[in-house]
């Protein structure tokens, strides 16, 4: 797809660049793993209120971090679909990110989507 012109897109689906850009949820292992101070408290109530199993993957992902084995894209990413496994869930960056803006489409590019 390089030195082509990207399709203008609508929406999220089906493309997931930035997600392989991020190595877990943004900010989400801190909150996991008991930080007080995310600024962000939307986030925050987010992670006390997901399910267990959720932040159970989270500090499994903080342990991998820490042993230096973990994955370079989103810990929540899935390959398959393109998307998020747990949009419902997603921190406020990710729900905040303008589609087609100069990151998304420099995202895009690199991952060749």
């Known amino acids: 797809?390089?030195?082509q012109q990207?399709?203008?897109?609508?929406?999220?689906?089906?493309?997931g660049a930035?997600?392989?850009e991020?190595?877990?949820?943004p900010g989400y292992i801190y909150i996991a793993a008991g930080a007080e101070d995310w600024p962000d408290e939307d986030d925050v109530r987010r992670v006390r209120e997901m399910p267990e199993e959720l932040r159970g993957e989270l500090r499994q992902y903080l342990v991998a971090d820490c042993q230096h084995e973990r994955s370079p894209e989103c810990l929540w990413y899935d390959p398959v679909?393109?998307?998020c496994k747990h949009h419902e869930?997603?921190?406020s960056i990710c729900r905040d990110f303008d589609v087609g803006s100069d990151e998304c489409l420099g995202w895009r590019k690199e991952f060749e989507v």
């Open 6 to 15: 990207l399709p203008v897109v609508a929406n999220c689906s089906g493309c």
């Open 1 to 3: 797809m390089s030195g």
């Open 81 to 83: 679909t393109m998307q």
């Open 18 to 20: 930035c997600c392989r």
């Open 22 to 25: 991020q190595e877990s949820p």
């Open 89 to 91: 869930w997603r921190p």
